[in-house]
């Protein structure tokens, strides 16, 4: 991943209801939401979750797709994980890091 690509993400990640939106994405999965479903779950007008919804978009972190007359918003998980991979890519001086019950920890921290 370019470090720009990682600017980006973080970025977009970085205002709070961008956030709960990618958060709400990753906790629906595959099938997705549509604005209206999200607007209704937190609350957003929609206005504003439209341009939240773009800056998600151009960072790589959500995929927008057309349904019939509707767009479905899905948390991109290829770049998600991508990011998380370079945050710790370089992690514990290059020690092994220890996975227990699905985290990561590192032995030599």
Known sequence: MEEQDVIKGLA????????????????????GLTPGAIHEALGVPAATLSFHLKELVNAGLVTQERASRNL????????????????TQNC???AACAV???????TTC
């Open 12 to 31: 977009a990640l970085a205002q709070p209801l961008r956030l709960q939106v990618f958060r709400a994405l990753v906790v629906v999965g595959d099938a």
């Open 72 to 87: 479905i918003y899905r948390a991109h998980y290829g770049q998600m994980n991508a990011l998380l991979g370079y945050l």
């Open 92 to 94: 514990c001086q290059g």
């Open 100 to 106: 227990e019950d699905g985290t990561t920890s590192c």
